[in-house]
């Protein structure tokens, strides 16, 4: 089965270059992992052993030819790894020996600038993966030979070498190296005026060069924070920070700095709650830290970007293969607060470990549409794209917790309304009455999930069929006219 994108939400998809916060926090964000999506050969059993740590292949004219694998699962951006020059066998992009030239393992300076036009022809933003903390070699500090790497080649364009020992250490954490002598990472000097004055030169030329929307900004808490805004002003778009703390006292008063970071803190919540089966209330307290809270420096939840998996961390389903509850946990990241992220291979439910095993081959997986979680990432996305499309409050409407229990949440988003549960697929079918939705009396409610359909009762409330432990989307059928929803 194809999913196509509908009428309401195509009016959404327009090129938009120099993207900001406003425009992005519509999007929902595809995460290319570049080597292992898509080759130019189009093959889809060409090798590749995660626990090799080299290159498999991928590439920007293969991704660019498999777009529409993106598209019609209703994503409206996508963000690739980073393009820069790297050392031997850097497949991941993050051991970079010179910014201003691109790594032709995943094509040409040409084949990039093509990658751009295809996604942009398509209506979705390009978000490009960049890292201004360092720079890659393949040795120990000591040894470093400055003049491989440009355009910063001389030792004091970088800190002095120093282990990080304390991660409670501010300052180790900003100028101290990663890495160790089988690759270390040189810590550029971001607090120096000079390299600063060319970070910023580069930043804009990138952007420029290769139409980016929108950056997603690695080891943020590795860099001086007031580096950021300038930086950021000189890209001229959406930043969106890596902050890997999952205290939220932490990570999310870097948005004073940057537009927006991953939201580890909620990350970590939903992680325990389904995946372990944690009480709910584990990820009611989570909220909390992101909504109307001066306290913990979280300054926008509608822009933070929201996720279940990355290429740094273990699958969801390495935890569990239960489809009933990464079901639900999809559905919460994408219909909360804030900018859903999904990582290449989640739709298909792959099961990888840790860093290097949940960087595994796309193409493995014959990039199949029937997969389950393929048509449940395409239902998500689109419910999420016509509620935006045709509500104006939506996207700035802070997700409000109505009731829970240790086992089921209620919530509201504007007009819609959501049940998720952590019981998983074994959970007995059976009725749950709603409570505080506030629907209008009489008027006819659909479960967008499952297509039932119910009546709301005098105090605009419904008894919702909860079956399998699977999610209730509830939306008033109002609401649904044009979405190609449930025949609507």
């Not at 060319?198 to 980016?212: A, F, G, H, R």
Request: proline share 4%.
């Amino acid at each position: 089965m194809r999913f196509l994108i509908t009428a309401s939400v195509a009016s959404l998809l327009h090129v938009c270059l120099a993207a900001n916060s406003a425009d992005w926090r519509s999007r929902t964000i595809y995460q290319v992992f570049t080597d292992r999506f898509a080759r130019t050969d189009g093959s889809t059993d060409a090798p590749c052993n995660v626990a090799n740590n080299i290159y498999c292949g991928g590439t920007w004219k293969g991704l660019e030819n498999k777009l529409d694998y993106i598209k019609n699962m209703g994503f409206t951006a996508v963000w690739i790894s980073p393009v820069t020059k790297q050392v031997a066998q850097a497949y991941h992009g993050y051991y970079q020996t010179d910014l201003y030239s691109v790594n032709t393992n995943f094509g040409t300076a040409d084949e990039l600038k093509s990658l751009a036009s295809a996604v942009h022809s398509k209506g979705m933003y390009l978000m490009l993966d960049v890292v201004p903390n360092h720079m890659g070699y393949p040795g120990c500090a000591d040894k470093v030979d400055y003049s491989t790497l440009h355009p910063f080649n001389k030792p004091d364009h970088y800190h002095s070498y120093c282990p990080i020992d304390d991660y409670q250490n501010q300052t180790e954490v900003e100028q101290c190296w990663i890495g160790d002598c089988q690759m270390e990472m040189p810590d550029i000097k971001t607090d120096n005026t000079d390299v600063a004055n060319e970070m910023n030169k580069w930043i804009k030329t990138l952007v420029s060069d290769y139409s980016i929307d929108g950056l997603r900004i690695d080891s943020v808490k590795n860099v001086n924070k007031d580096f950021f805004p300038t930086w950021c002003e000189s890209a001229g778009v959406f930043c969106m920070g890596e902050v890997s703390d999952g205290q939220a006292t932490y990570t999310y008063p870097y948005q004073e700095y940057v537009d927006s970071v991953f939201d580890y803190p909620l990350y970590y919540a939903m992680t325990r709650v389904f995946q372990k089966q944690t009480p709910m209330s584990d990820i009611v307290v989570s909220l909390a830290a992101c909504v109307d809270n001066e306290e913990y420096g979280c300054k926008d939840s509608t822009l933070i970007g929201t996720f279940l998996e990355n290429h740094d961390n273990p699958r969801f389903a390495h935890g569990t293969q239960d489809m009933s509850l990464v079901k639900n946990a999809m559905a919460f990241v994408a219909l909360g607060d804030g900018i859903p992220v999904v990582y290449q291979g989640q739709e298909q439910h792959y099961q990888g470990g840790d860093d290097p095993g949940c960087r595994e081959a796309l193409w493995l997986s014959d990039y199949n549409t029937t997969a389950p979680l393929y048509k449940h990432t395409a239902l998500i996305n689109n419910i999420r794209n016509h509620v935006s499309a045709h509500s104006s409050t939506f996207l700035s409407y802070q997700t409000r917790v109505l009731t829970y229990t240790d086992t089921e949440i209620q919530m509201r988003k504007d007009v819609l309304r959501t049940v998720f549960s952590n019981q998983g697929a074994g959970a007995p079918t059976w009725t749950l009455t709603t409570q505080g939705m506030e629907f209008e009396s009489g008027k006819t409610v659909v479960d967008v999930m499952s297509c039932a359909k119910y009546t709301a009762n005098d105090t605009g409330e419904v008894d919702v069929k909860m079956v399998k432990g699977l999610p209730a989307i509830l939306l008033q059928d109002g609401s649904l006219s044009g979405s190609g929803l449930c025949g609507y």
